[in-house]
Structure formats: structure tokens, C-alpha cells
């Protein structure tokens, strides 16, 4: 074919009228007829009867123990809560594949989880763990910053505008999504006595959130919140969204020995009450409990799951600083190991950031503040040096330590 009639074959137009002019055996292309034939195959595609591009198959799924184990690499322990997660996430993914097929005869209910454990046991760690895991959009949103519409603070909607912001925007995909929503113990209800004054920050919180958890069509605002009046809203169906919930609920504990009375006297009483651990007594706890504490019925019965992390014993602290994949011996010996430095640390060391750890009642997290300061001299002092090891000895630690301590004192 000569260069002088080179022409689309399907429309006729020219090269010289079209920007580009794809050559076949008999014929050519251009690329306005290529748009518009991916356009109609598009439309014409089975696959355009489910929305979004969700295409996971059973095989590539990954079973509840696979979770699990996946989660073993970097949380200790707490089996229970990880088993109600996997599970949850497992069943989540199912339910997805579902939109996909065209049998829907007996149609899957999502199954939104709550998980209750003191500060430092890992609820937030459990999420940002699973969350390498997943193939859809998770965020992780703070609840203490929630106010109800028309106050000062976060609109309840501004949870799915970070869910957007994952998913860059694609609707589909943040209808899809997974949403741990951190301390939501914090919008428990301030008071069972009625008062003149809103509780805007509690109650008023748990309503708005009602919709969400529950599965409805919500206008939200791109770039959250009031700050910008003239954006256009963003309609979100939150129907298949999984919403996990964590909290302390620091006092909880109370609220069930009420109810197991277990400060009854009486020789029968010590009969019944033997059986119980006192010293982990949220393994009792029931969504009883948490009306009690503040949560309201709604809202307990759209979080149908209920789990518990269990407090942290001296073996699963010591086994937190070095056992998990990012452990946090390993993270500093990462760190020195950029500046050539190697990394030494005496048993006795880790025995006593544990014990450190035990008396501030600070759980995994105190862990981290302990060994931060043993460690913030030799952070700042020996990069720029020609030094390549250090070696962390038990007088080293309780010196550095009881520096920390007595500048703090001093200061205070």
C-alpha cells in the first residue's frame, strides 16, 4: 500500500487528519476508531455486570490459617483475636467474590468486628499488620477527634474520606474497603443522667456512625470536612465496606465483675467465683458489658463480633522485643547496622526493659520508650565516628536509664 493512500480503514480518515495511524497487514487504524472499539468492548464485556474489578479467584484467596500465620510474623500472641480477624477478612473477601457471580440466591451479610484490650496489647498493630496483607483499600481512623455534624472537629462522613484517599478516589474500590476504626471507646456515652447540654462527642457520635456500620449511600466530601463549602459531595455506599473497632475501655473490668459478682461474701458465693481469672477478666466480657460501659444497643448490634485481646505477661513482652519480624531489637540493630555499626545486647538487658516495661504498665508500647532511652546516646554520639560496635551491657542500661529518670525528676 502506498504511503499517498494511507487512510484508516474504518472511517477513512487520513494520516494527516488523525494524530496517529496504526499499520495492519491489509490496513490501517487510527486512534480515534481504536478508542471507540475499546469503548464497545468495554460495554460489551460480561465483567460489566458487577461494579468495580474485584477478580480475586478461590485459589489466590487466602484461608483464615494464612492469615493467621501471616499475622504471627509480627504480632505475639493474642490467638483469639487473631483467629476473629482472619476469619472476618476471610469471610470479607468471600463476600466480594459474590458481587462478581450471578448466583446471589442466598446473599452474604458482612459481620463488622469489635475488639476490646487494655493500651499497649496491639489492637492497632493487629490492623497495620493485616493491612500488607490485603489486595482491597484499608484505613486506619482515630475516633477521639469525632464530633456531631455542625461542631467543632471531624464530620463521621471524613472516616470515608480517608478511605477514598486510599482507593485514590475510585468509588468502587472504597465500596469495598476495610475500615478500623481506633479507640472507640472514647464516644462511649459521658452519662446515663439526661443533661441540658449535647453530648456531641459521645452519643451523638455513635448515632451518626449507625448509618455507616449498618450499610447506606453517604455523600462525602472529597477534601473532608466544612473547610471547603463549594466541593461536590461523593456518593458512597458503604453496604460492603468491613468495619473493625478496637478500644481499651479502660474500667470495663468493673463493669463485668458487676455482673459476675464476684465481690459477693459469702461461702457460696467464693464457690461460684472460684472459677474466674480474676486478673483477665475481659475473656467474660459480653456486649452486655459494653452497654454499660456507654456504647449504645444500636451500635452493639451492628458490631455482631466480639473480641478481646488479652494483657500482656513478662514472657509475651520479652518475646515482643525480638521474636517478630520488625521486633524491636531488630529495628535498632537495622539502624546501626546503616552506620556500620554492629549491634551487641546482653540477655540481662532485655530481662531488665521488661521489667522497666512491667512497672510503667505501659504494655508493648513502654517497651519501645525503655529501650529508646538506653539507646539515645549511642544514636546521636556514634554516627560520624570510626566505632563499629556497641555493646549494650546491663550497667549500661540501669546508668542511662536512671539519668532519664532523675533529669525527668528535676524537671518536673
Known amino acids: 500500500m502506498s504511503k499517498l493512500n494511507e487512510y484508516c480503514t474504518f472511517c477513512g480518515r487520513s494520516?494527516?487528519?488523525?494524530?496517529?495511524?496504526?499499520?495492519?497487514?491489509?490496513?490501517?487504524?487510527?486512534?480515534?476508531?481504536?478508542?471507540?472499539?475499546?469503548?464497545?468492548?468495554?460495554?460489551?464485556?460480561?465483567?460489566?455486570?458487577?461494579?468495580?474489578?474485584?477478580?480475586?479467584?478461590?485459589?489466590?484467596?487466602?484461608c483464615p490459617k494464612e492469615i493467621k500465620a501471616f499475622l504471627d510474623l509480627y504480632v505475639i500472641g493474642q490467638d483469639d483475636a487473631k483467629r476473629y480477624l482472619s476469619v472476618s477478612v476471610y469471610n470479607h473477601y468471600k463476600r466480594l467474590m459474590q458481587l462478581n457471580e450471578d448466583d446471589n440466591e442466598v446473599e452474604i451479610e458482612k459481620s463488622n468486628i469489635i475488639m476490646v484490650g487494655s493500651t499497649g496489647t496491639g489492637k492497632t498493630l493487629l490492623a497495620k499488620t493485616i493491612a500488607r496483607l490485603l489486595k482491597v483499600?484499608?484505613?486506619?481512623?482515630?475516633?477521639?477527634?469525632?464530633?456531631?455534624?455542625?461542631?467543632v472537629g471531624e464530620d463521621i462522613e471524613s472516616i470515608l474520606t480517608r478511605l477514598l484517599h486510599v482507593a485514590d478516589y475510585k468509588v468502587e474500590e472504597a465500596e469495598r474497603g476495610i475500615v478500623f476504626i481506633d479507640e472507640?471507646?472514647?464516644?462511649?456515652?459521658?452519662?446515663?443522667?439526661?443533661?441540658?447540654?449535647?453530648?456531641?462527642?459521645?452519643?451523638?457520635?455513635?448515632?451518626?456512625?449507625?448509618?455507616?456500620?449498618?450499610?447506606?449511600?453517604?455523600n462525602v466530601p472529597p477534601q473532608g470536612g466544612r473547610k471547603h463549602p463549594e466541593q461536590k459531595m461523593i456518593a458512597v455506599d458503604t453496604k460492603n465496606i468491613l468495619f473493625i473497632c478496637g478500644g481499651a475501655f479502660d474500667g470495663i473490668e468493673k463493669k463485668i465483675a458487676q455482673r459476675?459478682?464476684?465481690?459477693?461474701?459469702?461461702?457460696?458465693?467464693?464457690?461460684?467465683?472460684?472459677?474466674?481469672?480474676?486478673?483477665?477478666?475481659?475473656?467474660?466480657?459480653?456486649?452486655?458489658?459494653?452497654?454499660?460501659?456507654?456504647?449504645?444497643?444500636?451500635?452493639?448490634?451492628?458490631?455482631?463480633?466480639?473480641?478481646?485481646?488479652?494483657?500482656?505477661?513478662?514472657?509475651?513482652?520479652?518475646?515482643?522485643?525480638?521474636?517478630?519480624?520488625?521486633?524491636?531489637?531488630?529495628?535498632?540493630?537495622?539502624?546501626?547496622?546503616?552506620?556500620?555499626?554492629?549491634?551487641?545486647?546482653?540477655?540481662?538487658?532485655?530481662?531488665?526493659?521488661?521489667?522497666?516495661?512491667?512497672?510503667f504498665k505501659l504494655g508493648a508500647r513502654g517497651l519501645r520508650s525503655i529501650a529508646e532511652d538506653i539507646m539515645i546516646d549511642a544514636m546521636f554520639e556514634l554516627p560520624g565516628t570510626e566505632q563499629k560496635e556497641l555493646h549494650i551491657s546491663l550497667n549500661y542500661a540501669k546508668e542511662r536509664i536512671e539519668r532519664v529518670e532523675n533529669s525527668r525528676l528535676q524537671s518536673a
Open 260 to 359: 459476675l459478682n464476684t465481690q459477693v461474701i459469702g461461702y457460696t458465693a467464693s464457690e461460684n467465683t472460684k472459677k474466674i481469672d480474676r486478673n483477665n477478666l475481659l475473656q467474660y466480657i459480653t456486649p452486655q458489658d459494653l452497654k454499660s460501659f456507654g456504647l449504645i444497643p444500636e451500635i452493639i448490634g451492628r458490631l455482631p463480633i466480639l473480641t478481646y485481646l488479652e494483657p500482656l505477661d513478662r514472657n509475651a513482652l520479652r518475646n515482643i522485643l525480638t521474636e517478630p519480624k520488625n521486633s524491636i531489637i531488630k529495628q535498632y540493630q537495622k539502624m546501626f547496622d546503616m552506620d556500620n555499626v554492629t549491634l551487641i545486647i546482653d540477655e540481662e538487658v532485655l530481662d531488665y526493659i521488661v521489667d522497666k516495661a512491667i512497672e
Open 137 to 151: 483499600p484499608f484505613t486506619i481512623v482515630d475516633a477521639t477527634v469525632l464530633t456531631e455534624a455542625g461542631y
Open 15 to 62: 494520516k494527516k487528519e488523525v494524530s496517529i495511524l496504526v499499520a495492519g497487514i491489509h490496513g490501517y487504524i487510527c486512534d480515534i476508531c481504536a478508542n471507540q472499539a475499546f469503548h464497545i468492548i468495554n460495554e460489551a464485556s460480561p465483567q460489566k455486570k458487577r461494579k468495580g474489578d474485584f477478580v480475586l479467584s478461590k485459589e489466590e484467596l487466602p
Open 184 to 218: 472507640i471507646d472514647k464516644i462511649a456515652r459521658k452519662s446515663d443522667n439526661p443533661s441540658i447540654t449535647r453530648d456531641v462527642s459521645g452519643e451523638g457520635v455513635q448515632q451518626g456512625l449507625l448509618k455507616l456500620l449498618e450499610g447506606s449511600v453517604v
